[in-house]
Structure formats: C-alpha cells, structure tokens
T-cell receptor, first 113, second 114 residues
C-alpha cells in the first residue's frame, strides 16, 4: 500500500532564508509525486510534480523539489523564503497502478518577517 | 472563470437532515473526486468518478451517495447528517484517470452539523 509522511507539523523560517519542507513516501513501484499548497479558507493549489525524468523539478512561485529514489524522499525547497509563502503544504503520492493520490498530513510553514 | 466550482461554500444544518453539495468543472477533465478534510487538516479521499463511472468508493458510510450526471459534474448527497460529518469537503478533477497531471481543487464546502 502506498503512503506518504511529512515528519514536521510546522516549519519556521526567517524571511530571505532558504526553506525545506520534508516528505518521504512508500510505494511498490515508481511513484508519481506532488506538492500542493493550501492558504487559509482556500482549496489546494498545485505547486509541482515528479513523474519521470530529471530528479529536480521546478514549480510555481519559485519552489522546487528533488526526487531521491534511494532515500524515498521528495523534499520541497525554495532558495529565499517570502512572508507570503506562509501556508499549509501537502505532499502527495500516487502509485501509477492505483487510482488515487494519497496526501500527507500537511506541514504548516511560517515565514517570519 | 472558476475551473472547479462547489456550492454552497458554507453549509450549517441540524443532525438528521439531508443535504447536497454540488461540484462542476469547466476544464474538460474526465475524472472527478471528493475529498474530506477534517479539523486536523487531514485529507481523505471518498469517491472518484471517471466519465460518469464510479472508480473509487472508499470506506465511507452509505449515507454518502455521489452522483455524476455527466463528466463535468459530481454531486455529493448526504443523508441523516451526524455531528462527525462536520468537515470541509473538496471536489477535484484531473484530465485523465492516470492522475499524472495532478488535480485541480475547488475552494471547498465547509459543512457544520449542529
């Protein structure tokens, strides 16, 4: 069965510093991996995805993520955090042989001015 | 031009009532989903439909009944509402059943059962 873990409930970063939000996954095959962001009282917005190819994927708002097969990780990164990046971030995984995406429990990112 | 729209945005109702939430997407996507987000923000899939055909039916009480009159619409009807049904319900869609492109989410329906 597929699963995804976000080990941090909350991450605090000073504005201008690099940020990392961690995600690890477990699937039996080659995964589809996604990051979504949720702002208060809003739906989830797609940030980026890894399906195949280059391990470093770039997405919206300057975010990127690196697929690491040996560590089964897909950490979200940004070189310089903005206060407006403060939100709830969800990692998600899909086993291509399955019919659904499984979401992690979410990590709340606080960017401190 | 809202891509995935849900109505209503807020729904407050008494225990035992029956209510419906509607979802429409204008993206031309084949697949639609219902997710439930609880008070701890945990997201759990409930149902998915592909071209009006039920694909996923997770362990959801049979008080919940999805209906897809066409591939652009996926409605959720809930009978005999209970306090534990209080949550935010998100509709989503994807171009194909493979889900390779990710999902587009609606803005959610906050259901409060009192």
């Amino acid at each position: 069965a597929q699963s995804v873990a976000q080990p941090e409930d909350q991450v605090n970063v000073a504005e201008g510093n690099p940020l990392t939000v961690k995600c690890t996954y477990s699937v039996s095959g080659n995964p589809y991996l996604f990051w979504y962001v949720q702002y208060p009282n809003r739906g989830l917005q797609f940030l980026l995805k890894y399906i195949t190819g280059d391990n470093l994927v770039k997405g919206s708002y300057g975010f990127e993520a690196e697929f690491n097969k040996s560590q089964t990780s897909f950490h979200l990164k940004k070189p310089s955090a903005l206060v407006s990046d403060s939100a709830l971030y969800f990692c998600a995984v899909r086993d291509p042989r399955d019919d659904k995406i499984i979401f992690g429990k979410g990590t709340r990112l606080h960017i401190l001015p | 031009d809202t891509a995935v729209s849900q109505t209503p945005k807020y729904l407050v109702t008494q225990m035992g009532n029956d209510k419906s939430i509607k979802c429409e997407q204008n993206l031309g996507h084949d697949t639609m989903y219902w997710y439930k987000q609880d008070s701890k923000k945990f997201l759990k899939i409930m149902f998915s439909y592909n071209n009006k055909e039920l694909i996923i039916n997770e362990t959801v009480p049979n008080r919940f009944s999805p209906k897809s009159p066409d591939k652009a619409h996926l409605n959720l009807h809930i009978n005999s509402l209970e306090l534990g049904d209080s949550a935010v319900y998100f509709c989503a869609s994807s171009p194909l059943l493979t889900g390779r492109e990710g999902y587009t989410f609606g803005s959610g329906t906050r259901l409060t059962v009192v």
